[in-house]
């Protein structure tokens, strides 16, 4: 399965990827709004998941999601952090 994720955060990105590649999963990091909307429009028969940060410093996950959602039916889910 293929996972795109979406995050600024490099701690928070390594992480989850680390953490998905361990249990199997093929991942594509995309650090921001622009990359991201790039591969979309690209690539997003390779991708059945797209993680994504809600808060990026040039764009939304949100606006991603309805991008994606646009294009092909795929899973969508959020991340946000607080504090």
Avoid: W
């Avoid at 249990?23 to 594509?28: C, D, P």
């Avoid at 028969?45 to 991008?67: N, R």
Wanted: charged share 25%.
């Amino acid at each position: 399965m293929g996972i795109l994720l979406v995050e600024d955060d490099k701690t928070i990105a390594l992480g989850l990827e680390y953490s998905l590649q361990q249990e199997g999963y093929a991942t594509t990091h995309k650090a921001d709004f622009v990359s991201a909307q790039e591969y979309i429009e690209t690539s997003l028969e390779d991708i059945q998941l797209c993680v994504f940060d809600l808060s990026l410093p040039d764009g939304s996950g949100y606006e991603l999601c309805k991008l994606v959602k646009q294009k092909k039916r795929r899973s969508c889910h959020f991340l946000n952090r607080c504090g």
